[in-house]
Every structure is written in structure tokens, then in C-alpha cells.
């Protein structure tokens, strides 16, 4: 059996490397999906067939309370993902860390500890204690249940860090005398406490980044624990997701032109002082009709959605404009930013819903050489990724922050309700550009009026 087992694991592991490299394209990310599910049941049924495992009734109760828990937490919409990977990194951290706790107290128990066990137990009981407090309070942030702004006080990293390096500290003790056991519960404390720390001084805008490093925190108390359990498939599960997470974590940083220990230690989000000078400008507004004149006399369009895309559930209209407009000969392309929305590929995945074409995508590094030359920039919910502060203005938290370059293009058309700002809390000098015009009101139902007029238009012709 323990054979059988074995191989198992192997064809596992094998799907998991699969499943992570096709995640790279859409065209294979639904194969992808597939394989990693798969990998997970030939998981489960190997570990299942483990002959040391001799009662299922609390392995079956897991999987009835997992189920009741997850299944409708896999039914939120689209918007709040980010916010619900927050909460399964944070039951992640917490699994391992009681895994780690309950082996600690049953080898206490036994006289099976020894420095190694102690080491990676203490290992995983760190990791997994920050990534659920953490992991919590990024999914706090995200929903907007704690305030989304940096909190911070004076000496902050260093009382996080000193938390640290004592929890550190006592895990270094009890390597060396595991029956030291007092210390135990006051790593698990100082531990928990440390990931709320960690989060607190973190602004909104840098929680996606952040969800992926606790991504990766996550697969590193998984390997611990593959360690603890002697379970050769957890260590190669939880070494690719620690180390997938970290890589999509400096991905991130670099579409954001952000260094890590800046995301993990700058206050970056908070709104800025100067907002408070009441500067009286005024924006020009356009009509659905102004709006339908101007784009189907343009030779080049560029879609530039963001977020409220999503929240408005617009992707739909702007396919049919799509269609009208390409059917007038209109060069339409889309640009997608990579931190658009509110979790990486947002765009794409909304965008790949109402079929539009994949080749119609382009990459910000490809698309702002051609603005200068674009007819007109209709920008549909997006905010922060078309913000030129992020170039000209030193002072402003999003400088340095690649943006598109929707300003450039001869026209631009941005679509939104108000004059609010967008998720960093800033103003956008775009909205106040002569070449701008702004189309107040929900997207879903603007782009809809747009595309009536150009549909009534045609039929008239
Ligand atoms: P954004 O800066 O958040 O701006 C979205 C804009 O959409 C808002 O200004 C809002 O203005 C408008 N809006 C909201 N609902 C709308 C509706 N129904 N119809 C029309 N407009 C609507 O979005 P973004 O430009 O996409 O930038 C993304 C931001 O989120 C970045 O700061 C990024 O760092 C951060 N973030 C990204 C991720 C990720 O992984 N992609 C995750 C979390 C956070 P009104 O209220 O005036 O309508």
C-alpha cells in the first residue's frame, strides 16, 4: 500500500508542475485548473490509502465542515476574490499551525522531540500563526471592514521586529531543551500578534501584493509541515506554492515599480495632505452622443478598463461597442494594466467572459510607444493606472508606478460616476486634461447608451 501511496504522490507532484506552468496562458489556464484539481484528489486518495490511518469519522467531519465553510465562500463574485484568498491563506496558516501545535504536545507527550522535529515544527507554528492573522487582516483591508490606510506609530518596525526575533528566540530554546514547554504557547502568541503587525502599517493599494507574499509564507509552513508529518508530497506542494507566491510577488512589485521592503515597510496608500488644498476645477463633460461621434470618426481606439469595468459588470456592453466600432473600421484595441482591478488577470478574466478577442489585448510596455498616435483613450472604470502623478509627481504615493499613458492619445474618454477618487485615494490630473472629456455614470449603462447610438446610427444609414 505504502507503494501505491508513493506513486501517487509522484503523478501529484507531477500534475501540480504542470498545472502551474499551463497556468501561465490563457489558452492552457483552464487545463491548468483541471490538472490541479486532479493532483489535489490523487492527493488526498493516496494519503487516504496510508495504512497507518485507521479511523476516517475525523477526516470525514473535516471534509463535511470544509465543504458546508467553502462552498459558499467559492460563490462570491468576482470583485471580492482578492479579499477571499486573504481568508483561505489565513485558514491555510492556521491549519498548519495546529497541525504543529497538536504534533508539539503529542511528542512532548511521547518523548519524540528532538532538535530537528522541534526546529520545523517551530518553523511551521510561526509561519502558520503570521499567515493567519495576517492573511485575516488582509481580508479585513481588502473588504474594507479595517481602514484601508497605512496604520502607523512611532517605532513600529522595530516593535514588530523585536516581536519577532524574541519568538525567534524561544524557538531557538526549546530546539535546544524541547521541554522547555512554557515558551511553546508564548511563540504562538507573539507569532499571531506579529501578523497583525505586519499588516497594519500596509496600505490598501500594496494588498494584492501582499496576499501573495502571505501566499508564499503559507507554502513555506506547508513544506514545514510536510517536514513534521513526513509527508514527501506536502514539502513539494508547499515549496511550489512558497515559491510561486513569491515570484508573483516581485512580478507585482515590478509592474508597480516598487522595491519589496518598500511594499512590506512603506506606507504607501495613504492619502495625501495636498488633497486638502480645496482647489476649484472643473471638469468638461460629454454626452453618449458627443461620445458615439467621437469614436466612430477615430481611426484608433484604446480601451483602457479598470476596476469599476468590473463593478459596473460593463465587459458585455463594451464588447458590443467592440463590435460596432470594428465594424466601422475602427482600429479598436485594449490595454490592460498588470495591477488593473483588484486581483492579477482581473481584466483578462473579464474580459475573455464577453469573447473578445485575445489578439485585441495589448501589454502597457506595448501600447504607450503608440499613444501619441491613438485617436482617442476610452477609459472605463480605471483610475490609478492612468494616473500621470505616477510620472510627474514626486510627491504623490503612486509615483514611479508604470501607468498607461491614456493622456498622450488625442482624445481621451473616461467613464466613471464621480469625480472620486480611485483605490489609492488620490486625485487624477487626467480627468482635469484639456484633450478629456468625462462621461459621468455607471459604466454598464453609459457604454450602453453609447452603443445604442452608434447602433441606431448604422440603422438610420
Ligand atoms: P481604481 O483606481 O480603483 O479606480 C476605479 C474607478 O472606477 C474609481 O475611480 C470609480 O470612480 C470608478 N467606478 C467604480 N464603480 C464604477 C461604475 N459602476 N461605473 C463606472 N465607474 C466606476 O481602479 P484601477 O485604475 O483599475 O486601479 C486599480 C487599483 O487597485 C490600483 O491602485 C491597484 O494597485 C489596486 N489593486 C489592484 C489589485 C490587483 O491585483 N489588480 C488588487 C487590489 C488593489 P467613481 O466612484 O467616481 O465611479
Not at 114 to 126: A, C, H, K, L, T
Not at 230 to 251: H, M, Y
Not at 339 to 358: C, F, K, S, T
Not at 364 to 381: F, H, R, T, W
Request: with cysteine.
Amino acid at each position: 500500500m505504502v507503494a501505491v501511496t508513493e506513486f501517487l504522490y509522484i503523478i501529484s507532484a507531477a500534475l501540480f508542475v504542470l498545472a502551474l506552468r499551463w497556468m501561465s496562458s490563457p489558452e492552457t489556464a483552464r487545463r491548468a485548473v483541471v490538472a490541479a484539481v486532479t493532483a489535489m484528489i490523487v492527493a488526498v486518495g493516496g494519503t487516504l490509502l496510508h495504512p497507518e490511518i485507521v479511523t476516517y469519522k475525523w477526516i470525514a467531519i473535516a471534509a463535511i465542515a470544509g465543504t458546508v465553510v467553502g462552498y459558499p465562500l467559492s460563490r462570491v463574485p468576482l470583485t471580492a476574490v482578492p479579499e477571499r484568498t486573504g481568508l483561505s491563506q489565513a485558514f491555510g496558516g492556521l491549519a498548519a499551525a495546529l497541525v504543529g501545535t497538536a504534533k508539539y504536545y503529542l511528542w512532548l507527550h511521547e518523548g519524540g522531540l528532538n532538535s530537528f522535529r522541534m526546529g520545523v515544527v517551530s518553523g511551521e507554528v510561526i509561519l502558520g500563526c503570521l499567515t493567519a492573522t495576517g492573511g485575516l487582516m488582509a481580508a479585513g483591508k481588502l473588504a474594507e471592514y479595517i481602514p484601508t490606510r497605512p496604520l502607523t506609530y512611532k517605532g513600529q518596525n522595530i516593535v514588530s521586529i523585536t516581536l519577532l526575533v524574541v519568538a525567534i528566540g524561544l524557538s531557538g530554546l526549546l530546539v535546544w531543551d524541547p521541554t522547555q514547554s512554557w515558551a511553546f504557547p508564548i511563540v504562538i502568541v507573539l507569532a499571531l500578534i506579529f501578523g497583525v503587525l505586519l499588516i497594519l502599517p500596509i496600505g490598501g493599494a500594496d494588498m494584492p501584493t501582499v496576499i501573495s507574499f502571505l501566499n508564499s509564507y503559507a507554502g513555506l509552513s506547508a513544506v514545514a509541515m510536510g517536514f513534521v508529518l513526513e509527508n514527501k508530497l506536502l514539502i513539494v506542494a508547499g515549496a511550489l506554492d512558497g515559491s510561486s507566491g513569491f515570484v508573483l510577488s516581485i512580478i507585482m512589485c515590478r509592474a508597480m515599480n516598487r522595491s519589496v521592503t518598500n511594499v512590506l515597510f512603506g506606507a504607501f496608500g495613504s492619502v495625501q495632505a495636498r488633497a486638502a488644498v480645496a482647489e476649484q476645477r472643473t471638469a468638461k463633460s460629454a454626452t453618449a452622443v458627443d461620445a458615439a461621434e467621437l469614436l466612430s470618426n477615430a481611426d484608433s481606439v484604446v480601451i483602457i478598463p479598470g476596476y469599476g469595468m468590473a463593478v459596473a459588470q460593463a465587459q458585455h456592453r463594451v464588447r458590443d461597442l467592440f463590435d460596432q466600432l470594428s465594424k466601422r473600421g475602427v482600429d479598436v484595441k485594449f490595454a490592460v494594466h498588470p495591477v488593473a482591478g483588484r486581483m492579477p488577470g482581473h481584466m483578462n478574466v473579464l474580459l475573455a467572459e464577453a469573447d473578445i478577442p485575445y489578439d485585441r489585448l495589448v501589454e502597457m510596455e506595448d501600447v504607450n510607444p503608440e499613444m501619441p498616435q491613438v485617436s482617442v483613450a476610452l477609459v472605463i472604470g480605471a483610475n490609478d493606472v492612468v494616473n500621470p502623478a505616477a510620472r510627474t509627481d514626486e510627491k504623490s504615493p503612486i509615483y514611479g508606478m508604470p501607468i498607461i499613458d491614456a493622456d498622450k492619445a488625442h482624445t481621451v474618454l473616461a467613464i466613471k460616476r464621480s469625480m472620486n477618487p480611485g483605490f489609492a485615494g488620490i486625485e487624477n490630473e487626467l480627468y482635469f486634461a484639456n484633450n478629456t472629456l468625462m462621461l459621468f455614470g455607471d459604466a454598464k449603462a453609459v457604454i450602453g447608451d453609447v452603443v445604442k447610438q452608434l447602433s441606431g446610427e448604422s440603422a438610420g444609414h
